[in-house]
């Protein structure tokens, strides 16, 4: 990890949140660091912390059986339970068969905060990413601590518990609009039909109350994607950064030295820069949707209604001034843009009178943006 973390200092990129996955754990559910793997995890993290990181770590509502924890978790009825006979409920999930912590439970919820509690305190880590928790893992004939319990009633319970840290991060969320919680888009493949998902997804999210938004990780969330460089699509990583840059969030995930030319390489650098060049303007518009509600990104149709707007998803708006259009077709070097009413400035000091339709060269290296002037 901090090989890694110092690659990415030494390759020019901005720290910012270092996020530690799956398998940094003992087991699921066992929330220490695993001591074969991690011999001095404090002094990590503290070095972490010093060369300008912060530093996440990854759970999941999800306990292996018979692990030390599962047993107490069961002597105590903690986990959502099968009707049938009143013992825990083994849910298939990605990784296996878990035991699922109920949390309609007000004595799980303290029993799993105080693991957090523990982490933060003894590690000094700044906050999590809660994965999992999504509905389907909690459809069954189940009985839970809360009589009248839906699915939906989990996933609501699992996300309460991020807004107790101030850097957290989830998946799946139900009833939290307009609360401090990080919503990431569900994962997305390595390819150009679910990169051209990323705009109207993050749209939709902030038009349903959830405005702290972060598309997948760039070039997508799936992992095995990555793991034979010669089917990695560069151009596709190029131009995920380029659709990542001026939202609120940003995330890598393989390091992109690793599987770009270092030409590609430098634009995605320059896309970081660029989030970083941004991020006052950025967190300037989250405080204000924290006290108003409104979306961090826009669709045009919101700020310019009943212009014919409604079915433009490939271009967006930051705040109300910033608009972006970058380029999500494979091989494209030129693109139309609707410019809306005012005038705009383009990445290339160019200005536009809107409203109009223009073709813009766009090669590789370019993420048209422009900023309203007037």
Same mark, same amino acid.
């Given at each position: ?5 110092? &690659? ?232 995920? &950064?380029?659709?990542? &840059? ?63 707007? &409604? ?64």
């Amino acid at each position: 990890i901090l090989k890694y973390a110092s &690659a990415i200092k030494d390759n020019g990129m901005p720290p910012g949140v270092f996020m530690i996955d799956d398998t940094w754990q003992d087991d699921y559910g066992v929330w220490e660091f695993n001591p074969a793997k991690f011999q001095r995890p404090k002094q990590m993290i503290d070095q972490l912390h010093k060369m300008g990181f912060k530093v996440m770590l990854w759970l999941c509502p999800f306990v292996s059986p018979d692990s030390p924890d599962f047993r107490e978790l069961r002597m105590q009825n903690m986990f959502i339970r099968n009707r049938a006979d009143l013992k825990p409920a083994m849910v298939e999930w990605w990784n296996g068969f878990s035991a699922v912590i109920d949390f309609t439970n007000p004595d799980a919820q303290i029993w799993f905060q105080a693991k957090l509690e523990g982490l933060k305190n003894e590690y000094g880590v700044d906050g999590f990413k809660l994965d999992g928790g999504d509905t389907y893992f909690y459809v069954g004939d189940y009985v839970s601590f809360k009589k009248e319990t839906i699915p939906n009633d989990h996933t609501e319970e699992w996300a309460r518990l991020g807004l107790e840290y101030p850097l957290n991060e989830y998946r799946a969320c139900w009833k939290l609009g307009g609360q401090a919680l990080a919503q990431r888009l569900h994962d997305k493949r390595h390819d150009w039909d679910d990169l051209g998902q990323l705009i109207p997804n993050i749209i939709a999210q902030g038009l349903i109350g959830y405005a702290f938004v972060c598309p997948d990780m760039i070039g997508g969330g799936e992992f095995r994607s990555f793991l034979d460089l010669e089917k990695i699509d560069q151009e596709l990583v190029v131009r995920s &950064a380029q659709c990542h &840059a001026l939202m609120p969030m940003m995330q890598f995930s393989v390091a992109p030295w690793r599987i770009l030319s270092p030409e590609n390489f430098q634009i995605c650098k320059d896309m970081a820069d660029l989030h970083v060049l941004f991020g006052e303007k950025i967190l300037h518009l989250a405080k204000q949707s924290a006290k108003t509600g409104e979306p961090i990104i826009r669709n045009l149709e919101y700020m310019f209604s009943h212009q014919g707007y &409604a079915n433009i998803d490939d271009q967006f708006l930051l705040g109300e001034k910033i608009m972006v259009a970058p380029v999500l077709k494979k091989g494209a070097r030129s693109r139309m843009v609707v410019i809306p009413e005012g005038k705009w400035k383009s990445d290339r000091g160019e200005v536009l009178n809107g409203p109009q339709t223009v073709t813009m060269d766009v090669p590789l290296e370019r993420l048209p943006w422009f900023e309203r002037v007037e």
